[in-house]
């Protein structure tokens, strides 16, 4: 009987020790992804080919990466951020500037209009 309580005890620790807290806490689906689109407004200005990532580094940081392939302002700035998730819609700001987008699958759909009327859509890398 004694043995029986002791193998018992042992599978109650491992039980309770293997349902840690972290299990329970929801996995932030944006941690360690980069999402792209076209910069149609920068591409007017400096040329085809400029884009916008926003990289999801942590649970609230980001960075926003923003590329030239040509002119005098070309290379990629890099500005830091922090973001938070609410249901299938992400906020972040970075750059001085308040980001707002709704995720649906690969992709995130922002309430910022581009030139041609429709709004900046980020395809997941």
Not at 4 to 16: D, G, Q, R, S, Y
Not at 26 to 31: A, F, G, I, S
Not at 104 to 117: A, E, L, P, R, Y
Request: one cysteine or more; aromatic letters at 12%; glycine letters at 8%.
């Amino acid at each position: 009987m004694k043995k029986e309580l002791i193998l018992l005890a042992a599978i109650l620790m491992a039980l309770v020790s293997s349902c840690s807290k972290d299990d329970d806490e929801p996995t932030n689906k944006l941690v360690g992804t980069s999402w792209t689109a076209p910069d149609d407004i920068a591409s007017f200005l400096y040329g085809d080919g400029c884009t916008t990532t926003v990289e999801f580094l942590t649970n609230t940081e980001c960075q926003e990466l923003e590329f030239y392939p040509r002119g005098f302002h070309e290379g990629t700035e890099v500005f830091e951020g922090t973001y938070t998730i609410k249901g299938d819609s992400v906020f972040w700001t970075a750059n001085e500037h308040d980001w707002k987008g709704k995720i649906s699958g690969s992709v995130i759909v922002t309430t910022m209009k581009t030139m041609s009327g429709g709004f900046r859509t980020y395809i997941k890398n």
